[in-house]
T-cell receptor, first 115, second 113 residues
């Protein structure tokens, strides 16, 4: 079975600073995908960034980047130049290619950007 | 591009009743997944529909059932509601076959009293 663990229930960061959210996962699969989703108070889950496990290069999307350590089964999210609009719940998610597109989510990290 | 839409946004039901939640998938998507998100938790996979058939199911009892229609929209039905069914129900659509990410709707907040 796949599990996703986010060990930081809450975090805060000053506006314009950098913050890193942690995520670890457990799987026996070799081919899989990892995602970070953002859930603001509007409730809609919004895709932030995606990483294919077969790619060694870390994914980046503007101010968002990941540190993917496959051997350690670690997938952290770095947010640079934090903005007030980044305040939200952040969920790490795993999808294995053998699990029929089923996503496994962590329990989330509540991020607050302080003006 | 039309996004994923869910209805209703909020719903209050009594224990033992039945409920139907609806979802319209994003244009171009052929797969719909349903997730239950309890307060303070991450979403939990209920099931997925592809080509109008159930295509994977999580650890939920049979009183959770669904449908997918030819236009790829979907329904989630829950019978014999229990207090623990109170949660945010999220619908997500995707395109089967390319390991595409899920695109979510705004969810339906179900309260069972």
């Amino acid at each position: 079975a796949q599990t996703v663990t986010q060990s930081q229930p809450e975090m805060s960061v000053q506006e314009a600073e950098t913050v890193t959210l942690s995520c670890t996962y457990d799987t026996s699969e070799n081919n899989y995908y990892l995602f970070w989703y953002k859930q603001p108070p509007s409730r809609q889950m919004i895709l932030v960034i995606r990483q294919e496990a077969y790619k060694q290069q870390n994914a980046t999307e503007n101010r968002f980047s990941v540190n993917f350590q496959k051997a350690a089964k670690s997938f952290s999210l770095k947010i640079s130049d934090s903005q007030l609009g980044d305040t939200a719940m952040y969920f790490c998610a795993f999808m294995g290619t053998n699990t029929g597109n089923q996503f496994y989510f962590g329990t989330g990290t509540s991020l607050t950007v302080i003006p | 591009e039309t996004g994923v839409t869910q209805s209703p946004t909020h719903l209050i039901k009594t224990r033992g009743q039945q409920v139907t939640l609806r979802c319209s998938s994003q244009s171009g998507h052929n797969t719909v997944s349903w997730y239950q998100q309890a307060l303070g938790q991450g979403p939990q996979f209920i099931f997925q529909y592809y080509r109008e058939e159930e295509n994977g199911r999580g650890n939920f009892p049979p009183r959770f059932s669904g449908l997918q229609f030819p236009n790829y929209s979907s329904e989630l039905n829950v019978n014999a509601l229990e207090l623990d069914d109170s949660a945010l129900y999220l619908c997500a659509s995707s395109f089967q076959g390319d390991n595409s990410p899920l695109h979510f709707g705004n969810g339906t907040r179900l309260t069972v009293t």
